[in-house]
T-cell receptor
């Protein structure tokens, strides 16, 4: 079955630390890839997306993600986190030939001031 | 804010009852998808409506049904509520069906007692 794995369920960092959140998916064909963020008390918001082209994608608020097809991965990165980045982060995939988002279980990030 | 609104924000029902949740899509979007997000999990795809027709369904029983109206707003109906139906129900709209970016509403939190 198609699935998305986010191995880090909880991450705690100090401000200015670098962030990398893992996302792996189990589908061999063409995919569209997304990272969404859910700040406390707010709805899911699109952080960035990959459809095609340059595998290094830049999103809002200094986030970026790299699509590595050979590793079926789309890891999220930020060089220096801020307290305001405290949120839950979800990776999502649309496998080719479908239109259904498949979400990972999410990673809760807490940034200590 | 995405322009996707949902009502009500919270709801408490008892087992066996029926519930209707509502979603107003973002202006210019003709596709609405519904998701169930249980505590500690990522959103799970329930179904999608495109131009008033169900356009695909996830692994949910028939007691989960929906409608889309000519103005592209949508309803999710759940009959014979079970305790496990307690979750956050998310609506997302997109400009059309297919592998498009989806924009999420704030969700309706349903508690079944």
């Amino acid at each position: 079955a198609q699935s998305v794995s986010q191995h880090n369920h909880h991450v705690i960092l100090s401000e200015a630390a670098s962030l990398e959140l893992g996302c792996n998916y189990s589908y061999g064909g063409t995919v569209n890839l997304f990272w969404y963020v859910q700040y406390p008390g707010q709805h899911l918001q699109l952080l960035l997306k990959y459809f095609s082209g340059d595998p290094l994608v830049k999103g809002i608020k200094g986030f970026e993600a790299e699509f590595i097809k050979s590793k079926f991965s789309f890891n999220l990165r930020k060089p220096s986190v801020q307290w305001s980045d405290t949120a839950e982060y979800f990776c999502a995939v649309i496998p080719g030939g479908t239109y259904k988002y498949i979400f990972g279980t999410g990673t809760r990030l807490k940034v200590l001031a | 804010e995405t322009g996707v609104t949902q009502s009500p924000t919270h709801l408490i029902k008892t087992r066996g009852q029926q519930v209707t949740l509502r979603c107003s899509s973002q202006s210019g979007h003709n596709t609405v998808s519904w998701y169930q997000q249980a505590l500690g999990q990522g959103p799970q795809f329930i179904f999608q409506y495109y131009r008033e027709e169900e356009n695909g369904r996830g692994n949910f029983p028939p007691r989960f049904s929906g409608l889309q109206f000519p103005n592209y707003s949508s309803e999710l109906n759940v009959n014979a509520l079970e305790l496990d139906d307690s979750a956050l129900y998310l609506c997302a709209s997109s400009i059309t069906s297919g592998r498009e970016t989806q924009y999420f509403g704030p969700g309706t939190r349903l508690l079944v007692l």
